[in-house]
């Protein structure tokens, strides 16, 4: 499968956290609310699916995935 990256645009993101709460192995908490990204590459199909989830409902638009 073709290598995803994982991309936050920090200028959206509302801290809202349904990235972080929802999938934890993609995302973590940081101090200031924003999201860390765990996982930059979605290397399994698993992952990518989660990842894509977390696009769909990030309130922001701020999440993306890219080749
Ligand atoms: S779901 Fe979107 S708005 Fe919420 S913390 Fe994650 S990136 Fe930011």
Redesign the pocket.
């Known amino acids: 499968m073709t290598v995803m990256k994982v991309k ?1 645009d920090y200028r959206k ?8 709460y929802n999938h934890p192995t993609l ?1 973590q908490r940081t101090e200031n ?3 860390k990204i765990l996982a930059e590459e979605v290397t399994s199909d698993s992952q990518r699916r989660e990842a894509e989830e ?1 696009v769909e ?4 638009g ?2 993306s995935l890219e080749e």
């Open positions: 936050v993101c509302l801290k809202a956290g349904e990235c972080y995302f609310g924003l999201p977390a409902v990030c309130p922001a701020a999440i």
